[in-house]
């Protein structure tokens, strides 16, 4: 599979990068691709909910009534759950919700991914970006050249620019990371991948795990 080179305007620049087929899995890692983005997902979560149980809350620890002869049941003290302002029975204390995942296993759903963008047209490939400062017009003409201007796209870089990351944060549909930075849910998050010239063989070395 070819596939071409174009330049910030949208033309062809007569360059190929190829894509063997020998690469590919031709099978669907859907369990690997579900437990990487339970990872992930799980990874965005802070853990730092809490409520306070009954041994934590402020109060009189007084015997609300005598135990028995009243007609009603033990209530212990005014901190007892069933009432307004008490402790919280089993509630939410800090805790981290990581999960492992072995760094194969993220490779493979990484490669998955980018194959099944492969098979339906969904990459581009465009020349190494430069800007000498941001510019936000600069990414707005580029994706109305790549007719990508209302839709959902995400680029990927070689490198971490700056310039290139000022220039792209406002943009609602649009979100641009560097190799280092990708990750599984994006690219399910983005019907359409960019890829710059510089990290094509970057990303190359994703595909040519087996």
């Known amino acids: 599979m070819k596939l071409k080179i174009l330049d910030i305007q949208g033309n062809d620049t007569d360059k190929r990068v190829e894509f063997h087929e020998t690469i590919f899995f031709k099978k669907s890692y859907n369990h690997s691709l579900y437990l990487e983005i339970k990872r992930y997902l799980l990874a965005q979560r802070q853990g730092t909910h809490k ?8 109060g009189s ?9 009243t007609g009603g049941s033990r209530k212990g003290n005014i901190k007892n759950p069933i ?10 204390k800090p805790r981290k919700y990581l999960i492992k995942l072995n760094k194969r296993t993220k490779n493979i759903v990484r490669k998955f991914l980018i ?19 941001p510019k936000t017009k600069f990414f707005l003409k580029l994706l109305k050249s790549l007719q990508l201007e209302n839709k959902k796209s995400l680029m ?4 971490t620019n700056k310039n290139l990351y000022l220039s792209s944060r ?4 649009f979100k641009l990371l560097s190799v280092n930075e990708l990750d599984c849910f994006s690219l399910i998050k983005f019907p359409y991948i960019i890829f710059s010239e510089d990290s094509v063989k970057k990303i190359y070395q994703f595909l040519s795990i087996h």
Not at 61 to 69: A, D, I, V
Not at 121 to 126: A, R, S, V
Not at 170 to 173: D, G, Y
């Open 83 to 92: 009432f307004r302002g008490g402790g919280r029975v089993f509630g939410p």
């Open 51 to 58: 409520s306070k149980e009954r041994g934590e809350l402020s």
């Open 115 to 133: 194959e099944q963008k492969l098979v339906r047209n969904k990459i581009l490939i465009i020349e190494n970006l430069k800007l000498n400062a």
């Open 61 to 69: 620890t007084k015997k609300l009534h005598r135990q028995k002869g």
């Open 156 to 159: 990927i870089i070689g490198e």
């Open 170 to 173: 406002n943009l609602t549909n």
